[in-house]
């Protein structure tokens, strides 16, 4: 099946540093991916749409200037964290489908963790 | 705003009983996901409900899709260890996806 890596797995950092983290679809190209949010034994959050070659589409609420996404190619999209605060401290997930309303391939997400 | 809606929020069964997840949406669906995340790991899909009135089965497991496309169901028969994890209902509508909060399953040996 298709494949989406992510990376890095986890990331410890530092209050007011920022992190990027990558998500790939390894053998199909994705001009839409999914950034989610998930806190512990909780729901998956859509936080974002990145769209190739266009703007991201950001959710109610999520702050654009904060959580910074770049889809540079057909098979990459990174979501930059700027400024981490302890807060922002999660689970950071990305998918990619398929085809238009197809199943949705997730990456194996980033555990975030902001001292 | 869409909503999709899931009970139980947990269940726990003795390995060999039935287990069954609800998933309803406030509004009509175009199509419906399940999907399955292991403790500690990422949501893996299961399967995609697009008729109304579908009915899909993957070995033990039952897939439902309501006439009216705003409900779905997933059955577990006979449950296993390896069926332990949080499954999740992914209602679509038009270009979004919005997922349920999930039933967490646990299986006692």
């Known amino acids: 099946g298709a494949v989406v890596s992510q990376h890095p797995s986890w990331v410890i950092c530092k209050s007011g540093t920022s992190v990027k983290i990558e998500c790939r679809s390894l053998?199909?190209?994705?001009?839409?991916m999914f950034w989610y949010r998930q806190f512990p034994k909780q729901s998956l959050m859509l936080m974002a749409t990145s769209n190739e070659g266009s703007k991201a589409t950001y959710e109610q609420g999520v702050e654009k200037d904060k959580f910074l996404i770049n889809h540079a190619s057909l098979t990459l999209s990174t979501l930059t964290v700027t400024s981490a605060h302890p807060e922002d401290s999660s689970f950071y997930i990305c998918?990619?489908?398929?085809?238009?309303?197809?199943?949705?391939?997730f990456g194996p997400g980033t555990r975030l963790t902001v001292l | 705003g869409q909503q999709v809606m899931q009970i139980p929020q947990y269940q726990h069964v003795q390995e060999g009983e039935d287990f069954t997840t609800y998933c309803n949406s406030s509004?009509?669906?175009?199509?419906i996901q399940w999907y399955k995340q292991r403790p500690g790991g990422h949501p893996v899909f299961l399967i995609q409900l697009v008729k109304s009135g579908e009915v899909k089965k993957q070995k033990r497991l039952t897939f439902q899709f309501g006439e009216a496309k705003k409900n779905s169901s997933l059955h577990i028969t006979a449950t296993q260890t390896t069926d332990v994890g949080t499954y999740f209902c992914?209602?679509?509508?038009?270009?979004?996806?919005?997922f349920g909060p999930g039933t967490r399953l646990s299986v006692l040996p």
């Open positions: 998918s990619a489908p398929r085809t238009s309303k197809g199943e949705q391939f």
């Open positions: 992914a209602g679509s509508y038009g270009q979004n996806f919005v």
């Open positions: 053998d199909f190209q994705a001009t839409t």
């Open positions: 509004t009509t669906l175009s199509n």
